[in-house]
């Protein structure tokens, strides 16, 4: 659903000054399944980039009913204009949702998300505290006929999916490494509440909260030891075997004038992950 996504992030283009910086500033979320979505943008996080993700309905080719169903909520300090909007998803200082529950001032360790750029440096691994204000809202009865339906079937991010049992409540779920390692509940009845999460970091590591499949924060990124944020050698190989599965789905469409293009481009994605995944031995 990412297209050539895990190719292009490996990639760096000349910035507006001239300097090279990542090919990809964010990934878009919240108009296509939650699975596919997340399970791309954790994969090539634990292989060491620090994408953003930014919401999106891609109306009216997903999407018809109206703009807004994938959202993006930006800390815009100052001035609001579409130049400090589009910097805010750059730099990860937002949060996405179907505009059903809100992770606001999320923080860890006591930097804050709406920071920008946000990285706390440690000198050895420990206990780290990441706190949010939460707030959702669900009617009094389940709505049955989204509840039943599989996550390839629209809407494909809703609140509703995350409603427990018959209940209100939802599972807000701290995520490190791509990985869900602590929830707590709350009720969905519009109240903002404070909520604290405690975490042991044994390794540099990307920390973000979740209420799937309806709002997720930008990471924050830990780094411990002056290591780098590589946690995982499985998702390297995945992403290494993505790129051999996209040419084979790809080739085919690649007009002949960029076909070396397409060749060098493709080769630098593989040699890449493969140096990283030298790193791991």
């Known amino acids: ?46 292989a060491g980039y620090r994408t953003r993700i930014s919401g999106e309905t891609d109306f009216p080719c997903i999407y018809g009913q109206r703009v807004g ?26 949060y996405v949702s179907d505009g059903m529950s809100h992770l606001m001032d999320f923080e860890v360790a006591g930097t804050k998300l709406s920071s920008g750029r946000p990285v706390v440096t440690l000198e050895m691994p420990g206990n780290v505290v990441a706190s949010v204000t939460v707030a959702a809202l669900l009617g009094d009865e389940p709505d049955e006929l989204i509840r039943k339906r599989p996550s390839s079937e629209q809407p494909y991010w809703h609140l509703e999916r995350a409603r427990r049992d018959d209940s209100r409540d939802v599972a807000v779920e701290l995520i490190v490494n791509g990985e869900a390692v602590a929830e707590q509940f709350i009720v969905a ?32 990124f830990i780094e411990i030891a002056d290591k780098p944020i590589l946690p995982s050698k499985a998702s390297v190989e995945w992403c290494l075997k993505s790129v051999d599965q996209l040419w084979s789905q790809k080739e085919r469409f690649i007009a002949a004038a960029e076909m070396e293009d397409a060749l060098a481009a493709y080769q630098h994605a593989r040699i890449t992950y493969q140096a990283l995944l030298k790193s791991f031995d």
């Open 1 to 46: 659903g990412a297209c050539e996504y895990v190719v292009d992030v490996t990639h760096e283009v000349p910035g507006p000054d001239g300097e090279l910086v990542p090919a990809v500033d964010f990934i878009s979320t919240v108009d296509t399944p939650y699975p596919w979505e997340l399970n791309i943008w954790y994969h090539t996080l634990n």
């Open 69 to 94: 169903l994938g959202r993006s909520y930006v800390h815009v300090p100052g001035k609001l204009d579409y130049d400090r909007w589009c910097q805010g998803i750059e730099e990860g200082r937002a």
């Open 189 to 220: 009845d519009g109240a903002s509440r404070k909520m604290q999460f405690d975490c042991n970091l044994n390794q540099s590591s990307w920390v973000a909260l979740r209420i799937l499949p309806s709002s997720h924060t930008n990471p924050v």
